[in-house]
């Protein structure tokens, strides 16, 4: 079964699928968001991160890119205590250096959203390999998800779905190549 069958109806699923999953996003704040999520996801269920959000939302203080850049030990010590967020160290610290990441980005590309337009269209290994080159704790599967998630690569929705028709009219990256 697809995402597409059984997020339908489901509290969590439901809203994402229908009003997220596979939009372009231009958004720097959300973009860094979504990456956050993704990698926090790693081992765990996307339901588990999506019922967490909120948390995340807060621990990070709204996806603020520059603010989470100049984290320090003491908000490292916090997030680590956190009981609303995953509490790992590893992922952690990836969102914080890769936050400083893209503030660098941000100074050679004008935005997140613009670097990745610099690199579009790659093939999911081109893009994994950029991603394991330019972030921290970015494999396969969470730069898959990352790039599908925000309309990069195809793939977030069936033909047959009725959100993909709606995706198409957004006109995501991954249709300008075709």
Not at 16 to 43: C, M, T, W
Not at 61 to 82: H, M, P, Q, T, W
């Amino acid at each position: 079964m697809s995402y597409c069958d059984v997020a339908p109806g489901h509290p969590y699923h439901g809203p994402y699928h229908a009003k997220e999953y596979g939009f372009p996003i231009r958004d720097d704040s959300k973009l860094f968001e979504r990456l956050v999520l993704e990698i926090n996801q790693a081992g765990l269920s996307w339901l588990t991160i999506l019922k967490k959000r909120d948390a995340f939302d807060a621990a990070f203080d709204g996806f603020d890119i520059d603010r989470v850049a100049a984290y320090g030990r003491r908000e490292r010590s916090r997030l680590l205590r956190d009981p609303g967020i995953i509490r790992n160290q590893l992922k952690i610290d990836a969102v914080i250096e890769n936050a400083r990441r893209v503030v660098g980005i941000r100074a050679s590309h004008g935005s997140f959203a613009r670097w990745l337009d610099a690199h579009h269209p790659l093939t999911k290994d081109e893009w994994v390999k950029l991603f394991k080159r330019t972030f921290k704790f970015t494999g396969g599967e969470i730069t898959g998800e990352f790039l599908i998630s925000t309309g990069y690569l195809p793939g977030a929705h069936v033909t047959t779905c009725p959100i993909y028709p709606r995706v198409l009219r957004k006109n995501p990256p991954w249709m300008r190549n075709l």
